[in-house]
């Protein structure tokens, strides 16, 4: 992480290290465990990765770009983007988050941090920022996420000593 650089240079090196901490969650989960659903909500490890990569999609190619949720494959509302299929396995939603992180970055590169997203419905807004906000939010479903892990590994543990 870049400790002492220009403001871009921090701002970049702290959202990739929380996008490395998105790619992170799954890792070492069985597919059951990814899916488990500790809470009454929609939320898994699997499902906040699958929304995260909802979360890159909204702000780079929809709202700099202005391509539409249906072009991209994304739902309309929030909560759906939750929901996960039979497709949806460890390996797929890890690469389908490393593409959407990957065309995220190749969106902001032709953008200053001073300039704007003009298609999102709180434009315009600053590509800063974009960079902040989702660094809040990608930080904050990696703790939900982090919650989970903790609880159903030490849960398969325990049941594994018994």
């Known amino acids: 992480m870049a400790l002492i650089a220009d403001e871009r240079t921090q701002i970049e090196s702290m959202l ?3 996008r490395a901490g998105v790619v992170a969650l799954l890792e070492g989960l069985t597919e059951e465990q990814s899916r488990r659903r500790l809470v009454p909500s929609l939320t898994s490890v699997a ?3 699958k929304h995260c990569t909802f979360v890159e999609g909204v702000w780079f190619p929809v709202a700099f770009e202005g391509r ?7 739902p309309e509302l929030v909560d759906d983007s939750f929901r996960l299929d039979d497709t949806d396995t460890v390996r797929s939603l890890v690469d389908g988050y490393l593409a959407a992180w990957t065309e995220s970055v190749r969106i902001a590169t032709r953008y200053g941090l001073d300039d704007h997203a003009l298609h999102n419905r709180r434009s315009p807004l600053s590509l800063r920022w974009v960079y902040l906000h989702l660094i809040q939010e ?5 703790g939900h996420a982090d919650i989970l892990r903790e609880q159903i590994l030490a849960a398969d543990a325990n049941a594994a000593e018994r």
């Open 47 to 49: 499902s906040i990765v």
């Open 16 to 18: 990739e290290a929380t």
């Open 68 to 74: 539409s949720r249906a072009e991209l494959g994304l």
């Open 138 to 142: 990608l930080a904050r479903h990696c």
